[in-house]
């Protein structure tokens, strides 16, 4: 009864820390135009915390970490040229470790792809009068054109849709 507890314990939390850690970022990212620090930092040390119980061979769980190291400096980089914001460079680190080296091409595509689409969506919301019923804080700071791109959205977007094709769903779905 015990071990069966646990085991449940260990399938949710599987299933469930990644994408709503995902859904939490695009929100955040999406209303104040910042990742939480917390939120990131949370997200890599439960990928510490979780990833014993995948039963990932050692070589795939450093591809893992290689993945979001590569991210971080990446992203770093490209927080240094003023290309993204710094929560969104730690943001894709931290989802990276958790998507893994061999998906991460995917990953990046396809937040590239809805991040794209997102920017031209914000472009054009921002050519239209705002009703007054919309002039709430957060609305008017994604309306204003002098404000950057939430692209925390789209990578929680595109985490979202890897999730299912990652060691997570598997591990969870196979324990069940």
Sequence with gaps: ???????FVTNMLLLAVFPLAMIF?????LTTMTIPNLLTVALAAMFAVLVPFTGLPLPEIALHVAAGVAMLIVGMG???FGWIGGGDAKFVAATALWIGWYDLLGYLLIASIIGGALTLLLLWFRTMPLPLFMQ???I???HDRNTGIPYGV???AAGLLMFPETVWLKVAAHAA
């Design 1 to 7: 009864m015990r071990k069966s507890r646990a085991s």
């Design 25 to 29: 970022g695009a929100l955040w990212d």
């Design 78 to 80: 490209m927080f240094a």
């Design 136 to 138: 709430r804080e957060w």
């Design 140 to 142: 008017l700071r994604l």
């Design 154 to 156: 789209a990578l929680a």
